[in-house]
Structure formats: structure tokens, C-alpha cells
């Protein structure tokens, strides 16, 4: 594997991550996780219902653990005392797997993170041996400090959850990839494939999305569209672009060799 | 003759006739085979010992299970 992701030690080829919500069925939902070659998924952790049927499929069916990382989140989660219960079941229910997703929002209204209650929920989660990455503001202050509590990746949002908004705040992001000696993933706020192509330019070492792809027209086109899009802009990243030259054209053709003007 | 007993199962509260165990409880709910995870009171209970721990009267379960989410 050639330019792998690594994350709390374990390699990874795609830099595409995916979340599991709001697609038709579980049949689009597999068909779209296919597509963008997304390797790790994110779910999230519910009540089950009472009285379900014995035999209807779950999403685990659709989406084999044996194949896909499972990445269960908090979301709906509003104090650190819920996240880190949350994240106890998961480890339960997926029988002692250690990597998970934290998210402790602040306002139902855009889901940004309470960052207080997100670094008190990540210094327990890490003491007790999750390998947590969190979702957060796009401040590198406190990305340094959710590093230095021992988070295995930070993932600033680049605009609001479901926004489709896009990057927002490169300056920002790019003052968090400068410094971390963590992976850092956008979460949150792409909504094409040029959102996510900048991210990865922009030098982010994945990206994670649901709504984009699940919430296009073509769910399982744009699923494909996002998974050439974060190879594309990682494949820029470390080509690394020309300079930007302002107010100064420079021609691509040679500047000899022109024809003689026909009239003087 | 044994007192009847109610416990909260994600938030609804269930009567018992007699003593059950986490996975008894699990099985009356349809969920018996199925990949959950419970918690007791708070505290998470391992798979391993739903057939040992036994419920007590007032006891609050939490069952979850993994679903689409981002």
C-alpha cells in the first residue's frame, strides 16, 4: 500500500471515511459505501426498537464488520457524561473495538461542539483505552490540546454539520495541519467533490462526509465522484502546487520562434 | 409466590412475574440472538454474563444497537 493513512497505528488506503445515515435502505447504503471505497464507516449507537421482527436485516448485514472499520459515533450527544456512555456500549456491542468517534454538540440548532464537555469526554475516553478521534472546532488551539490528551485524530469541521457549505476556513484548517503530529480529517460541511479535492490540497489527511453523498441526487455516483476527488487533492497535496504569481501572466508556449510580423 | 417486579427497558417500564436474568430479559424483548449491547444502572454488562446477572426491582436498562448515523 503506497501512501497509507494510518490511524492509532493501523493502515489504511483510503483517505475517504463515510457515514452510514440517511440514505433510502440499507441496499443504497451499501451500494454508496462500495462506491466511494471508504474503508472505515461511521455508525451510530441507538436504542434498539421493542418488538422488532426476529428476522429483519440490520445494517451490520449490509455492511459486513469483517470488511469495514466500524467507527460508532456520539452524535446526539450533548454532555461528556452521555459520549463517554455512548462509547462504553459500542465497545460492548462491537466487541472491545477501540476506535471511535467523538462528538459532544452544543446547540441542536447547527451542531457545533461544546469543546469543554468534547476534551473532558476525550480525556476520560483516552484513559480508559479508546482510540478516540474527535470531532471539533476549527481552533488550533484546542486541536492541540485534544492531540496532547492523547486523541488519535483531530477532525475540525469545515463548515457545519449537513451544511454542504464547504471549506469555509482554510486558514484555519491549515494552522491545525501545520502543527499536528496527528491525523487531521475534515468533518463535516463538504458538499461536492471540489469541497473535498481542497480539504486534501489544502493538506488534511482524509475526509469525512455522509450528507454529500447521501443526500445528492445520484447517491451512489457521487459516492465515486468524492472517492476520485480525495485522490485527486491528495495526489496535488504532495505534488505540491505551482506558486501562486500575481497580476503576472507567464505563457506557456516558447516566447521565440514566433512568425515575423507582416507589417512593420 | 414471588412479588411482581417492574424494570425500565429504554425507557418504558416492563412487569415482571418472576426473577429474570439480562439475557431472559433480552429473549421476552425479541432480541434474544442479536447484536446489542446493555447497560445496567449506568454500567455497561459484558456479553458474557447476561445469563448470570439477575434483574432487580426498579433496575433501568439501556439496549442499543448500531444503526446508520455519521
Known amino acids: ?30 451500494d454508496a459505501v462500495e462506491a466511494s471505497g471508504a474503508e472505515i464507516v461511521t455508525v451510530a449507537i441507538r436504542r434498539t426498537n421493542i418488538g422488532q421482527h426476529a428476522g429483519e436485516p440490520s445494517l451490520l448485514d449490509y455492511l459486513p464488520p469483517s470488511r469495514y472499520t466500524y467507527l460508532p459515533n456520539t452524535a446526539g450527544c450533548y454532555t461528556a457524561e452521555d459520549a463517554v456512555r455512548t462509547l462504553r456500549l459500542a465497545r460492548e456491542l462491537l466487541d472491545g473495538h477501540a476506535l471511535v468517534k467523538l462528538e459532544v ?10 469543546m469543554p464537555e468534547t476534551l473532558k469526554a476525550a480525556e476520560t475516553l483516552v484513559r480508559e483505552g479508546f482510540q478516540v478521534m474527535v470531532y471539533c472546532s476549527d481552533d488550533p488551539i484546542q486541536a492541540r490540546m485534544l492531540e496532547d490528551i492523547g486523541c488519535a485524530a483531530v477532525m475540525p469541521l469545515a463548515s457545519i454539520i449537513g451544511s454542504g457549505m464547504g471549506i469555509l476556513n482554510p486558514w484555519n484548517l491549515r494552522l491545525i495541519i501545520d502543527k499536528a503530529r ?32 447521501s443526500h445528492a441526487r445520484k447517491p ?45 | 409466590m414471588t412479588k411482581m417486579m417492574t424494570v425500565t427497558f429504554n425507557g418504558e417500564t416492563q412487569t415482571l412475574k418472576c426473577r429474570l436474568t439480562v439475557r431472559d430479559m433480552l429473549e421476552r424483548m425479541g432480541l434474544a440472538g442479536k447484536r446489542v449491547a446493555v447497560e445496567r444502572n449506568g454500567r455497561v454488562v459484558p456479553r458474557a454474563e447476561h445469563g448470570d446477572i439477575l434483574l432487580f426491582d426498579g433496575d433501568r436498562l439501556e439496549v442499543i444497537a448500531a444503526v446508520g448515523g455519521g
Do not use: H, W
Open chain 1, 105 to 114: 454538540l452544543g446547540d441542536p440548532q447547527n451542531l457545533y461542539p461544546n
Open chain 1, 1 to 30: 500500500m503506497s501512501d497509507p493513512l494510518i490511524i492509532a497505528g493501523k493502515a489504511y488506503a483510503s483517505r475517504l471515511l463515510v457515514g452510514t445515515g440517511k440514505y433510502r435502505d440499507f441496499e443504497e447504503t451499501r
Open chain 1, 220 to 264: 451512489v455516483l457521487m459516492a465515486s465522484a468524492m472517492k476520485k476527488a480525495v485522490a485527486a487533492g491528495r495526489e496535488a497535496y504532495l505534488a505540491g502546487r505551482m506558486p501562486r504569481k500575481l497580476y503576472t501572466a507567464e505563457p506557456s508556449s516558447p516566447a521565440e520562434g514566433l512568425l515575423a510580423a507582416l507589417a512593420a
Open chain 1, 182 to 213: 496527528v491525523p487531521v480529517l475534515v468533518d463535516a460541511g463538504v458538499g461536492t467533490a471540489s469541497d473535498a479535492a481542497i480539504a486534501m490540497e489544502l493538506g488534511c489527511d482524509a475526509v469525512l462526509m455522509n450528507s454529500a453523498i
